[in-house]
Structures are given as structure tokens and as C-alpha cells.
């Protein structure tokens, strides 16, 4: 019976303990824009939007950032939510994928890939 009762306190307390680890730790998104041959682009604009009305007229982006070397962008303290991603560099976009992100897990980096052609 000692076991037991010792076995559901220990599994109630890492339970605790994520879920304020996960209050503590901000949400972040972290995008990798690659082109259709996989490699990675530098200098693209990456914006993300909460709603598709926003992403579809390019209004009211959450945050705007231009990828690093590695094609990388990463957006700190968002909500755990799904985000619209645009991404552009010269005459190439997302449009045509990987445009909707999954739910955002909440205390976690979030990563993501959009190809842009």
C-alpha cells in the first residue's frame, strides 16, 4: 500500500513540476525557411499572423523577423496557439505550403520548416 501511495505522489509531482516548467518557460516558434531544393535562405522575411484574415492581407503581423544564415527565425514569448506564417525572399514565397502552423506547445521552442519557391 506504501508503494503505491508513494508512486501516485511521485507521479502528481512531475506532473506539478512540468506544468510549471511550462509556465516559466516562454512559448517560442522557431521557422527554418528552405528552398525547394532543401536548402537553407538567408535573408528572408518572416512574418506570422494569428488569423488567416491578417495572413491573407498582409496585416497585422504578430512579429516580423529576416532569417540568419542557417534560414533560421525564432519568435519568443508567443502564445501557444497556430500561427499563419509568410515568408518571402525576392520574387519566392510560402504561398504554395506551410503556411498554418500546429497548436504551439506552451514552455517550448516550437519548430517549424516553410518552403519557399
Same mark, same amino acid.
Given at each position: 500500500? $506504501? ?5 501516485? +505522489? +511521485?507521479?502528481? #509531482? ?9 509556465? %516559466? %518557460? @516562454?512559448?517560442? %516558434? $522557431?521557422?527554418? =525557411?528552405? /528552398? &525547394? +531544393? &532543401?536548402?537553407? =535562405?538567408?535573408? *528572408? ?5 494569428? !488569423?488567416?484574415?491578417?495572413?491573407? *492581407?498582409?496585416?497585422?503581423?504578430? *512579429?516580423? +523577423?529576416? !532569417? /540568419?544564415?542557417?534560414? $533560421? =527565425?525564432?519568435?519568443?514569448? =508567443?502564445? @501557444? ?16 505550403? #506551410?503556411?498554418?502552423? &500546429?497548436? %504551439?506547445?506552451? #514552455? $517550448? ?7 519557399? /519557391?
Amino acid at each position: 500500500m $506504501r508503494i503505491i501511495t508513494l508512486i501516485a +505522489l +511521485l507521479v502528481a #509531482g512531475t506532473a506539478s513540476i512540468e506544468s510549471t516548467q511550462a509556465q %516559466l %518557460l @516562454p512559448t517560442k %516558434l $522557431r521557422i527554418t =525557411v528552405i /528552398d &525547394g +531544393l &532543401g536548402n537553407f =535562405v538567408e535573408g *528572408a522575411t518572416v512574418s506570422i499572423y494569428e !488569423t488567416e484574415k491578417d495572413y491573407l *492581407a498582409s496585416e497585422n503581423a504578430v *512579429a516580423t +523577423l529576416k !532569417t /540568419d544564415k542557417k534560414g $533560421r =527565425v525564432t519568435f519568443k514569448e =508567443v502564445k @501557444p496557439m497556430a500561427y499563419f506564417v509568410e515568408a518571402k525572399f525576392e520574387d519566392k514565397n510560402n504561398n504554395a505550403a #506551410g503556411v498554418k502552423t &500546429g497548436e %504551439l506547445e506552451e #514552455g $517550448r521552442i516550437n519548430k517549424v520548416n516553410t518552403v519557399i /519557391d
